[in-house]
Nanobody, 122 residues
Framework: QVQLVKSGGGSVQAGGPLRLSCAAS????????MGWFRQAPGKEREGVAV???????KYADSVKGRFTISQDNAKNTVYLQMNSLAPDDTAKYSC?????????????????WGQGTQVTVS
């Protein structure tokens, strides 16, 4: 059974940092693209950052230069370091994993989606 166990998130003032982590189990980690999508109230779901076990990463244009995704293959865990947070980053962030190439976003019908964690920037 696939499990995506997240940690991190919470509330922060604008300009501050937060870090999210997501530990995966129940599938062949090395063949998956893993990371985060987010959805703010009244807005569509959007990809934030994803990465594969080889380090190939994709970022949303809105977070480039501020967010960094990384992985620890030995722990089957990915991390999202979020710096210079802005109110527009306020959303529920969901950890995701899918057997796709990490050069594109995908829809909720593909892969595995963990429960979201709230990030609030004020």
């Amino acid at each position: 059974q696939v499990q995506l166990v997240k940690s991190g998130g919470g509330s922060v003032q604008a300009g501050g940092p937060l870090r999210l982590s997501c530990a995966a189990s129940g599938y062949t980690y090395s063949s998956y693209c893993m990371g985060w999508f987010r959805q703010a109230p009244g807005k569509e779901r959007e990809g934030v950052a994803v990465i594969d076990s080889d380090g190939l990463a994709k970022y949303a244009d809105s977070v480039k230069g501020r967010f960094t995704i990384s992985q620890d293959n030995a722990k089957n865990t990915v991390y999202l370091q979020m710096n210079s947070l802005a109110p527009d980053d306020t959303a529920k962030y969901s950890c995701v994993a899918a057997n796709v190439v990490c050069d594109r976003w995908w829809g909720p019908e593909i892969g595995y989606w963990g429960q979201g964690t709230q990030v609030t920037v004020s």
